[in-house]
């Protein structure tokens, strides 16, 4: 009995190194989870926008059409923050993108809302959207720091970075 003892224990940097495998694994899987219900989410964000684009609605002439939606959708997704102002932007987010480059449609579709609200509120020019999308996604920021990065003209600033190559003169 002693032997099937000693055989099944294991020493602390064997079990350190399992435990990190483990939390990697989960933290992994995680992100994974969170990247698919946010692509998941921004498709719905898509689909009740362009409804709502194509019943010509606006915020004057369609509010309380909007509103009785908002408070239907509520009753049955109350967790889905579907109110009045969430739905226009849904409409505006199908406006501003739907006739947008491919590329561009797939950078800010993996983005979580919040950072899609920001970009559509503070950006009109679609490679700019595009850069920042990218940096999102590329550098993990959080809103706050897109917000910065917008703030401080990150993109005015990269573009005007003096290359350090040579490649299309040669």
Same mark, same amino acid.
């Given at each position: 009995?002693?032997?099937k003892?000693?055989?099944?224990q294991?020493?602390?940097?064997d079990?350190?190194e399992?435990?990190?495998?483990?939390?990697t694994?989960?933290?992994?899987?995680?992100?994974?989870?969170a990247?698919?219900?946010?692509?998941t989410?921004?498709?719905?964000y898509?689909?009740?926008?362009?409804?709502?684009?194509?019943?010509?609605?606006?915020?004057g002439y369609?509010?309380?059409?909007?509103?009785?939606l908002?408070?239907?959708l !509520?009753?049955?997704?109350?967790?889905?923050?579907l109110?009045?102002?969430?739905?226009w932007?849904m409409?505006?987010?199908?406006?501003?993108?739907y006739?947008?480059?491919? !590329?561009?449609r797939?950078?800010?579709?993996?983005l979580p809302?919040?950072?899609n609200?920001?970009?559509?509120n503070?950006?009109?020019?679609?490679?700019?959207?595009?850069?920042?999308?990218?940096?999102?996604?590329?550098?993990?920021?959080?809103?706050d720091?897109?917000l910065?990065?917008i703030?401080?003209?990150?993109?005015?600033?990269v573009q005007?970075?003096?290359?350090?190559?040579?490649?299309d003169q040669?």
């Amino acid at each position: 009995k002693k032997n099937k003892m000693a055989a099944t224990q294991i020493d602390k940097a064997d079990y350190s190194e399992m435990l990190q495998q483990a939390l990697t694994e989960i933290r992994v899987a995680r992100n994974v989870v969170a990247k698919q219900i946010t692509s998941t989410t921004n498709s719905v964000y898509w689909n009740l926008g362009k409804l709502l684009f194509e019943k010509q609605l606006e915020e004057g002439y369609g509010s309380g059409v909007v509103k009785q939606l908002s408070i239907d959708l !509520k009753t049955e997704f109350p967790d889905m923050g579907l109110s009045p102002r969430n739905l226009w932007d849904m409409k505006r987010f199908y406006e501003r993108y739907y006739q947008a480059d491919e !590329k561009l449609r797939r950078s800010v579709a993996v983005l979580p809302w919040r950072h899609n609200l920001l970009l559509i509120n503070k950006l009109k020019d679609d490679n700019q959207v595009e850069f920042y999308a990218n940096e999102v996604i590329t550098k993990a920021w959080s809103r706050d720091l897109l917000l910065n990065a917008i703030k401080m003209d990150t993109y005015k600033q990269v573009q005007q970075q003096v290359k350090s190559h040579n490649f299309d003169q040669t």
